[in-house]
Nanobody
Framework: EVQLVESGGGLVQPGGSLRLSCSAS????????MGWFRQAPGKEREGVAI????????YYADSVKGRFTIALDNAKNTVYLQMNSLKLEDTAAYYC????????????????????WGQGTQVTVSS
């Protein structure tokens, strides 16, 4: 069984930075997509940043391009999300997710296409 555990959330002022971590343990797919999703109250869960474990291709939501960076440390089975220039609208519960992808495939960007999830970590941007 694959386990994903997020950490690094907290309270930060607008313009500040946070780095989220997602550590994977147990049996995991060697070729997989790992991503960060977020969900604010009353809103649908949305993909924020996604990375493919082998090719390193990335996806970013338009709302976070230039501010967020996703990185994967395969040796540590850990994916990070560096969040800079945080805005009030970034406030949400952030979730890590993983999905097996065949070699040569592309990472999905919708939350319902992922089947392994972490417990979530809250990010609150407030002055």
């Amino acid at each position: 069984e694959v386990q994903l555990v997020e950490s690094g959330g907290g309270l930060v002022q607008p313009g500040g930075s946070l780095r989220l971590s997602c550590s994977a343990s147990g049996y995991i797919y060697s070729n997989k997509c790992m991503g960060w999703f977020r969900q604010a109250p009353g809103k649908e869960r949305e993909g924020v940043a996604i990375i493919y474990s082998r090719g390193g291709n990335t996806y970013y939501a338009d709302s976070v391009k230039g501010r967020f960076t996703i990185a994967l440390d395969n040796a540590k089975n850990t994916v990070y999300l560096q969040m800079n220039s945080l805005k009030l609208e970034d406030t949400a519960a952030y979730y890590c997710a993983a999905e097996h992808i065949p070699l040569g495939g592309n990472c999905p960007t919708e939350y319902y296409e992922y089947h392994v999830w972490g417990q979530g970590t809250q990010v609150t941007v407030s002055s």
